[in-house]
């Protein structure tokens, strides 16, 4: 899948849709999609951001992130067009759906 650039009223729907489905909030942070998710310790943090990964190499579009014990932050952008595009809300639906499943707080 190629990244297409999305429009602010394109990124506006879609940012509807995201937060639509979860208790999880991802803001819009200038040109960036973030999100924090909060874990009951290290060790399903670690799992949870393994689980990313895999899915990150599967569609070639990598977070930037960072991990603080029980916390995994996020930022996506697509650095390749500069801006948001549509494999940042791919991306960002698959950690919220692996959020559920490692039962983020």
């Not at 995201?18 to 399903?44: H, M, R």
């Not at 990964?53 to 603080?68: G, R, Y």
């Not at 549509?86 to 950690?95: G, M, Q």
């Amino acid at each position: 899948m190629k990244p297409t650039k999305l429009n602010l009223q394109e990124i506006d729907l879609r940012m509807l849709e995201l937060n639509t489905a979860t208790d999880q909030s991802w803001q819009l942070q200038g040109d960036k999609l973030t999100a924090t998710y909060k874990f009951s310790d290290f060790p399903q943090a670690f799992a949870f951001m393994t689980a990313v990964a895999i899915h990150a190499e599967k569609i070639n579009h990598h977070p930037d992130w960072s991990n603080a014990y029980n916390k995994v932050s996020f930022s996506l952008s697509t650095h390749e067009i500069g801006g948001i595009s549509n494999l940042d809300f791919v991306l960002a639906e698959e950690i919220r759906k692996l959020a559920e499943v490692f039962s983020c707080n």
